[in-house]
């Protein structure tokens, strides 16, 4: 089992940034990829950034330039850094892993960019 809790979602207006958090129940050093993902109303769930254990990151074409992924294996969190905020950014995100077969969700943290 492993749990993730995010953390730093609001309310920012466009043009600004956010840092979002995950903390992970167990170690980053037994994990490869690590994701953020997020779900606007009324749309599916879209990946938005990887990290994986050595520090190769891959981002969704829409966020490119903008958002920044980075984890910290020793104290076991995954950051996204977002700047440049648009109001198409609003959405919860969520942190997910996959572990031994299974894919874990954190409970998701809101970002409301206003116009």
């Known amino acids: 089992q492993v749990q993730l809790v995010e953390s730093g979602g609001g309310l920012v207006q466009a043009g600004g940034s956010l840092r979002l958090s995950c903390a992970a129940s167990r170690t980053l050093f037994s994990i490869n990829a690590v994701d953020w993902y997020r779900q606007a109303p009324g749309r599916q769930r879209e990946w938005v950034a990887s990290v994986t254990r050595g520090g190769t990151t891959n981002y969704a074409d829409s966020v490119t330039g903008r958002f920044t992924i980075s984890r910290d294996n020793a104290k076991n969190t995954v950051a996204l850094q977002m700047n440049s905020l648009k109001p198409g950014d609003t959405a919860v995100y969520y942190c997910?892993?996959?572990?031994?077969?299974?894919?874990?969700w954190g409970q998701g943290t809101q970002v409301t960019v206003s116009s």
């Open positions: 997910s892993l996959l572990w031994a077969g299974t894919r874990y």
